[in-house]
């Protein structure tokens, strides 16, 4: 690796963070949050709008920008098909409550960014950006073409990876388009992850119709909050919002409800188990309760999220997402909670796979390359990893998740503010530049490797 061309690229993006910080307030800007499908926005207006708005960044740098038709766009530094694509999303979650700064007006708070995907994933998506930007201006030749890519619909299904059968809007870009020979997603965290868990949703719905009771909580609009009608009156609790994939151990705004209507004389004894089953699963955050826990000290752990209760005819539904190891299919998963509930007289009712378990060699040359290029870089000594969100590498061919570690947050911010997907949500600028020499090193090395 030349470090006379290391040891530029450094200084360039010293000198580009003021830039990249400038295009992060304003695509924080744009509420890409998903909508209702129009022709050409299969996945709403607001992702569109990012989506529009990346190729114009893009097509003003002189990129070779590319509109997939299926919710994806790319920026390669070079005409023809990319061989190294960086996935990164322009859509973000709804920004539920709990906010202190505006979501959708970027502040900036020391050197960090507050604002709705600040983090999740539009940092990182102008840090990448600005970096191929860079390289296009001091003409460093790679054997490779790197290209940006930017889907629309990775918070809510994938659905521009995998596509909507019947939309001609959203077919999947996997299922159309040729995808590149190796892909980096700066998604997660650094080292380098070497493959996913799988995801699982799961509808758990009460046996019969409840007495008089009637319960939401965790609506799309309103994540972080519950309410439930009783004789004439109303209760609601709220919790902040969390990842799913980090759910909160002392529970939610479901254990909340739920204590607080178990302690009423009024709830009829048939709708008592129906209660503690939903409590006991907001708590179960591992599945030790279901019996799908993993054996202590076992990597990567069971994550199971309650995160949603809904009526359906009378009856209360609770949604679970379970995010699982190589190793466990969905009906081992399934089955167990099915023969757990049916003790609390609830029904297993509808099962969704939202993606798979995949893996990759966690010896392969580009992974323990990638993983010392960052370690040397940070001073730490971390190993690969198997993400436990989910990301565009699920659905990619030799997809190794690479960083940014770019939520780091101020000591003096408010607690339990400040995380993806929760109230506040904040980007370290020093933690994307130093995401950015990083990838600039990672690129160089990758020229020098057979991949």
Known sequence: MNSAIVQELDRRIERSMEDVKRDLIRLIGIRSVKGPAAPGAPFGEGPRQMLDAVLEMGRSEGFAATDYGVGVVSLALKEGQPDLGIWLHGDVVTEGHGWLWPPYEATEYGD???GRGSTDNKGQLCAIFHLLKIFKELGVALDYNPALYVGSDEESGMHDMRGIPGSEDAKGFCNVCQA????????????????????????????????????????????GL???????????????????????????????????LLERPDIAPDDRPVLEFFRLVSLDIHGEKLGISVEPGTTPIMIVAAKEIRMVDGCAELIVNVRHPMGWTTEKITSQIARCAAEYSVALEDVEERWYAYTL???????????????????????????GGGTYGHWLPNAVIYGMDGNKKPDDFPEGHGNPHGPDEIVSMPRLERAMKIYARALLALNEMDW
Request: contains cysteine; aromatic residues 4%; negative net charge.
């Open 361 to 387: 060699d966690p010896d392969w040359p580009v992974i323990t390359r990638l993983a010392q290029i960052a370690n040397e870089v940070t001073g730490e000594d971390k190993k690969t990893y198997i993400v």
């Open 112 to 114: 960090c960014v507050i």
């Open 226 to 260: 519950a309410a439930a009608r009783i004789g004439g009156e109303t209760i609601e609790t709220s919790s902040l919002t969390r990842h799913t994939n980090n759910p909160d151990p002392s529970g939610n705004m479901i254990t909340l409800l739920m204590d607080r």
């Open 180 to 223: 590149p020979k190796l892909s980096l997603v700066p998604d997660a965290a650094f080292p380098a992850g070497y493959g996913g868990k799988g995801a699982v949703n799961v509808a758990l719905r009460s046996a019969h119709p409840l007495k008089g009771l009637d319960i939401t909580a965790g609506a799309v609009d309103s994540p």
